[in-house]
T-cell receptor
Framework: SQQGEEDPQALSIQEGENATMNCSYK?????LQWYRQNSGRGLVHLIL?????REKHSGRLRVTLDTSKKSSSLLITASRAADTASYFC????????????FGTGTRLKVLA | DAGITQSPRHKVTETGTPVTLRCHQT?????MYWYRQDPGHGLRLIHY???????DKGEVSDGYSVSRSKTEDFLLTLESATSSQTSVYFC??????????????FGPGTRLTVT
């Protein structure tokens, strides 16, 4: 399988705490993206980081990328109950086909 | 929400019957994708299209075919449905980003049950 792996598979934290989830992938990439999926809904794009970038911020989100280790992390600061969702990374391989490869996801539960 | 719809939203069918799922977009995006989502597997690409009449296989294409006769519609067909194709199917579109970098917009999903 070409799929990436996400770690942890599930995470439960208290409101106000930070949540960190990790993504590992297997091929060289153009960019890596993070998506959120609320239960029973489609995925929503959160943030994109290019292969020549090491860190990116968007509001309470911070993404890092280490291409030498083929890994990325997503940090959500000051989490809220509304952040409860599954989070997926997706990689855009350098093959140029735009055939994105998704990770298996991290289920985040934020307790109020 | 991006202008992307899927139909039907729910379907129950019997083993061996043909099934067609439709994805419709109003965004004029070039790329369209069909994924399936199963517990423990995340999203897996079935087929994708990079233009009208241009399609390519994904990771789990066996038992599925697709067609794209116009920009806005991408059809996924299960020629003879099997119980292993019970899943949630998502359509996605992309193709409007700057600098050749594209984010994907997802439809609401179709829950298919094959009995």
């Amino acid at each position: 399988s070409q799929q990436g792996e996400e770690d942890p598979q599930a995470l439960s934290i208290q409101e106000g705490e930070n949540a960190t989830m990790n993504c590992s992938y297997k091929t060289s990439i153009n960019n890596l993206q993070w998506y959120r999926q609320n239960s029973g809904r489609g995925l929503v794009h959160l943030i994109l980081i290019r292969s020549n970038e090491r860190e990116k911020h968007s509001g309470r989100l911070r993404v890092t990328l280490d291409t030498s280790k083929k890994s990325s992390s997503l940090l959500i600061t000051a989490s809220r109950a509304a952040d409860t969702a599954s989070y997926f990374c997706a990689t855009d391989p350098t093959s140029g086909t735009y055939k994105y490869i998704f990770g298996t996801g991290t289920r985040l539960k934020v307790l109020a | 929400d991006a202008g992307i719809t899927q139909s039907p939203r729910h379907k129950v069918t019997e083993t061996g019957t043909p099934v067609t799922l439709r994805c419709h977009q109003t965004e004029n995006h070039r790329y369209m994708y069909w994924y399936r989502q199963d517990p423990g597997h995340g999203l897996r690409l079935i087929h994708y299209s990079y233009g009208v009449k241009d399609t390519d296989k994904g990771e789990v294409s066996d038992g599925y075919s697709v067609s794209r006769s116009k920009t806005e519609d991408f059809l996924l067909t299960l020629e003879s449905a099997t119980s292993s194709q019970t899943s949630v199917y998502f359509c996605a579109i992309s193709g409007g980003g700057a600098g050749g970098v594209y984010e994907q917009y997802f439809g609401p999903g179709t829950r298919l049950t094959v009995t």
